[in-house]
T-cell receptor
Framework: DAGVTQSPTHLIKTRGQQVTLRCSPK?????VSWYQQALGQGPQFIFQ???????QRGNFPDRFSGHQFPNYSSELNVNALLLGDSALYLC???????????????FGEGSRLTVL | KNEVEQSPQNLTAQEGEFITINCSYS?????LHWLQQHPGGGIVSLFM???GKKKHGRLIATINIQEKHSSLHITASHPRDSAVYIC??????????FGTGTSLTVIP
């Protein structure tokens, strides 16, 4: 089992550009959540997807959008990048709404975004 | 005020010491995770608790639902335990709330 996989692992963008990050959940998991982790901080919840719909959203602007595909994989898109968007973006998968709903949580290694 | 508060923020211990990290939360929860993050990324869930106590090797996690408090204990600490430990509460609305983490350094 490959667990949660994210791509790319590192990327550099300039202010104003757009970025797409990708996540494949652990086999058997149907719920994907995205988090932003600034240096020295805990993860901040961006949004959660289940059945290809955004189910919950944290306090992030509309520049942050996402998508979930029928195979449960997910994308995070950030438009009009700002310097403050530089962070580690983590994807986590859970079987929260489907299956046994046990609340288990698996994280990917993250995508480190640097905005110059 | 954060829904999940951890203490201490930073902790330095000598190898072999007993370590305790505390977590208090204000939301109603269905489960609580203790996560470990080594430098460079990579978060793993050490424990998922909804009541009582769990033990895995030198790690012990406890939770008191009435007091909304959980602790992570490490016995006979080792330099490889050096990491950031994060408490994550899963509320009854299926959303996770994270503490800011405790950075642990164990000195040989």
């Amino acid at each position: 089992d490959a667990g949660v996989t994210q791509s790319p692992t590192h990327l550099i963008k300039t202010r104003g550009q757009q970025v797409t990050l990708r996540c494949s959940p652990k086999s058997g998991h149907d719920t994907v959540s995205w988090y932003q982790q600034a240096l020295g901080q805990g993860p901040q919840f961006i949004f959660q997807y289940y059945e290809e719909e955004e189910r919950q959203r944290g306090n992030f602007p509309d520049r942050f959008s996402g998508h979930q595909f029928p195979n449960y994989s997910s994308e995070l898109n950030v438009n009009a990048l700002l310097l403050g968007d530089s962070a580690l973006y983590l994807c986590a998968s859970s079987p929260l709404f489907g299956g046994s709903g046990t609340g288990e949580l698996f994280f990917g290694e993250g995508s480190r975004l640097t905005v110059l | 005020k954060n829904e999940v508060e951890q203490s201490p923020q930073n902790l330095t211990a000598q190898e072999g010491e007993f370590i305790t990290i505390n977590c208090s939360y204000s939301v109603g929860i269905s489960a609580l995770h203790w996560l470990q993050q080594h430098p460079g990324g990579g978060i793993v869930s050490l424990f998922m608790l909804s009541s009582g106590k769990k033990k895995h090797g030198r790690l012990i996690a406890t939770i008191n639902i009435q007091e909304k408090h959980s602790s992570l204990h490490i016995t006979a600490s080792h330099p490889r335990d050096s990491a950031v430990y994060i408490c994550a509460a899963l509320n009854t609305g299926n959303q996770f709330y994270f503490g800011t983490g405790t950075s642990l350094t164990v000195i040989p």
